[in-house]
């Protein structure tokens, strides 16, 4: 697991892990109940004071929902600026069609008058349940509400806003210390089903007071995704509504240069490094997830490879529900690794569960079911597997299968 | 589904589904307790009278077990004849290295032995769990009852033996009438986990009293597979113990003559239907599994694109978890199609539970619910979605996804 600590160095915030999309300068933020979900907070405003990049990735399901045709629009209008990002939980306001994408475009249209900004730089994005129509009135009505709310403080109730089936925020803070000076990076995301890999995947939004360029920013975001929310799975499905969006204000006064290779590194290493820490969040608090699981893939001959076994790995239900039950079933992993489209050599196979080596090659199977078992029963699980055949890594973070997944889903809309 | 009775035109054996191996003349099969589980059948035995034609698919997983490597092997030396089987449950043999591939050849030599019949006319199938060592004495002893035990009658004794954790037995018998006189298939198959398509999936044993010259046998299978085995998942995980093997003996004194294509297709018609029922009956016994979901896909552009949706649907933890809970939620079966990979239109899209349609073109769903959740509320359920691009169409089958998997699989090592 990364020994990193999301607070390493805290800016004096009350709660940690709190308010962390407003911990850059220059940003403002609110969560208010606008009654689209029963008794919670379920609206959050995201605003930033000065001229700001901006990009996103979206979802790659046909059905992309109508906030984010909307968000992509606005992105290629703007050329890469925003000022303000609305979310809602409780409504997906996907398969909605003509009407949803009026609701969409209505509801960013009222952020741009209540703020004055170009609509174009208001960007929007939804999650909740599929199929049914926005209750747009509610969401207009609540929006000044937000508006007055806005303030640095407000962080926290916009990262509780966004959630819906999840159990806890998700935020995380990264502060880099430069030769040009310091800047800092913050990100709130939500989870819980709907998340595999590939898709740019659920809701995560991302701030920076560093001054970024809008097509950098976009590469630097692509890269950092594909190492991080692109790693992570919970249950396979993909949402229609997956959005990555960071906006980069510079009030910090730091500018990364494209020209200057460190400090495009440097920036892109803390960007990666928030949404590595927000996607193990998602999948911490995955539906019914009562374990993370780290699978670590090493000896393959490329990055491809060693990628693709561990996502397979990180797929299986077979695998995720003897993690549950913190069973040893190394076949199972070896299983998963065998069809996922490699050439191995199953003799060469390695496996441990955390410092327990439970698989030598040839299929020497000889270990401590309890010192395996006391491995398997942590809430963080490293499982390794070595492919035996060159010198590549890639690593996937996945969850437990638990039945509490299957009560949750399966009377989620009713 | 399919409204075709298991036992149309029955045979006078005593219980339904019964014995459907022997149903064919000149087998005989045998289950008894070999001591491989506890105080269960655990050891079957099927052996044709005379010279008999084989054919069989394999897993595609690279850590293919023992007794598939041995099988292969067997049907390759014979040129594809085959008069025994011998399949034992609750160990895989699987990731058992080369003294797994040694006590594989033991087996089937005393079987060779026992019976007087060349080794290579052996085939041997195991499934259980994965990494142990195959307890060869217990199943050498036991060899010798097996075949002591072998009759007409103990068909349904081997469709027992070679269960692991399905809660039934799966058996089918099909009767073809034709200008040339009668003939009969009869099939058995254990499920339930580790179960999707692709892979010649799980165990299943068909037996045929026509004569199918073997390069025949082997082609029909392939086909029939493909439309059957092939089109079901349970878990998307891949055994690494799939064996899908039929035997003709034509005993019953009809020929399938490759020159007839009538008598060929009526053949393969009959073999896709076993193949089909019996992996209807893996479905509907799925690990955890309260009822079998038929997934229709039409409106495509072509076949193949019909089913990478059906699949895609029938593969979806959040459809299958909806289903369980007979929750009408059409939203995760059109996010599903739109990630299938498929150029699909999604205001196009018409989607039915049963009879009743919950969404029509333009994301119009309107729908009595109280009729929805009766269709989704029976033990078959069909899932239609129409994708309004053209004429093909699909299926596949699947089950819903319940608490109860998640019980069985937490803890099946240990």
Not at 100 to 126: C, F, H, K, Y
Not at 276 to 286: H, M, S, T, Y
Not at 292 to 320: F, H, M, N, W, Y
């Amino acid at each position: 697991m990364s020994t990193s600590s999301p607070w390493a160095e805290t800016d004096g915030l009350e709660r940690p892990h709190a308010a962390a999309i407003t911990a850059p300068q220059g940003f403002r933020a609110a969560g208010v109940h606008a009654g689209i979900r029963k008794k919670r907070l379920d609206l959050a405003l995201l605003v930033s004071g000065g001229e700001t990049s901006a990009a996103a990735v979206f979802t790659r399901n046909l059905a992309a929902a109508a906030p984010v045709l909307v968000s992509r629009e606005h992105l290629r209008l703007s050329g890469g600026r925003a000022r303000a990002v609305l979310v809602n939980a409780g409504n997906a306001n996907a398969c909605t069609g003509e009407p949803g994408l009026e609701a969409a475009r209505r509801s960013v249209t009222a952020v741009a008058e209540l703020l004055s900004l170009p609509v174009e730089q208001v960007l929007v994005a939804s999650t909740g349940v599929i199929g049914q129509p926005l209750p747009l009135p509610r969401l207009l009505r609540a929006l000044p509400h937000a508006v007055r709310a806005l303030a640095r403080s407000g962080g926290a109730d916009a990262a509780t806003a966004i959630l819906t089936t999840d159990l806890r925020e998700k935020e995380w803070v990264q502060r880099v210390r430069g030769k040009n000076g310091n800047y800092t990076l913050g990100g709130m995301a939500k989870g819980s089903g709907m998340i595999h890999p590939d898709m740019a995947t659920t809701l995560a939004f991302v701030t920076t007071d560093a001054a970024v360029p809008a097509a950098l920013l976009q590469d630097c975001l692509r890269r950092a995704t594909d190492a991080s929310f692109n790693r992570i799975s919970v249950d396979g499905d993909t949402s229609t509504n997956d959005t990555i969006a960071v906006l980069a204000n510079g009030a910090s006064g730091v500018a990364v240069d494209p020209a200057l290779p460190a400090s495009v590194a440097a920036f892109e290493a803390a960007l990666t490094e928030v949404l590595i820490e927000l996607g193990k969040l998602v999948v911490r608090d995955g539906e019914g997830a009562t374990k993370l699981i780290e699978v670590c893939v090493s000896g393959a001959r490329d990055e491809g490879e060693a990628l693709q076994v561990a996502r397979t790995i990180a797929g299986s239900p077979l695998v995720k529900t003897a993690m549950h039950g913190a069973d040893a079933n190394w076949g199972r992993v070896v299983a998963a690794a065998c069809r996922a489209g490699v050439a191995l050599d199953p003799e060469r196979l390695r496996v441990a569960f955390g410092d327990v080596v439970v698989l030598r090659p040839g299929f020497v199977a000889r270990f401590s079911e309890a010192a395996a078992r006391r491995a398997l029963s942590r809430e963080e699980v490293t499982l390794h597997i070595d492919l035996g055949l060159g010198g590549a890594t890639a690593k996937t973070w996945t969850c437990d299968l638990s039945a509490g997944y299957v009560e949750i889903n399966a009377s989620y809309r009713t």
